[in-house]
């Protein structure tokens, strides 16, 4: 865990996030455009505001910036159909859990069934 994270941050979960490089698959790629989240995660120029998306197969959430710990308390992504969930610190696969043991191939499909709700 960054130190940042430990002292600040919200991400924490069970497991891991197996590959930080999913940021810049084809599947997440897709998947942010088809949504329309504007968001260039790991960039310097990555949009904080964003709103984020939401429909009943997914959500996908920013970071939170501020101090409402209910807020902060929320997973970034959910996968619904299943409860896969996903934490990230400031940007996207960023020092991240999740709350199952998923290979990367795994969730690169969980992507591409969030696209297909599109």
């Known amino acids: 865990m960054e130190l940042g994270n430990l ?3 919200n991400s924490r979960g069970e497991y891991p996030f197996p590959n ?3 940021v810049k698959s084809e599947e997440w790629k897709e998947l942010c455009k088809k949504a329309q ?3 260039s995660y790991g960039q310097p120029e990555c949009n904080r ?3 984020g998306f939401d429909n009943e197969i997914f959500t996908i959430r ?3 910036w ?3 710990e ?3 308390e929320l997973p970034n992504f959910i996968y619904k159909p299943t409860n896969f969930q996903i934490q990230w610190y400031k940007y996207a696969f960023r020092d991240s859990y999740m709350n199952q043991n998923l290979t990367e191939d795994e969730i690169l499909n969980i992507f591409k069934e969030c696209v297909k709700s599109l």
Do not use: T
């Open 66 to 68: 501020g101090d409402n």
């Open 49 to 51: 505001d964003f709103n």
């Open 20 to 22: 930080r490089d999913i």
């Open 70 to 72: 209910e807020i902060m």
């Open 37 to 39: 989240v504007d968001i």
């Open 62 to 64: 920013p970071y939170y």
């Open 7 to 9: 002292i600040f941050g």
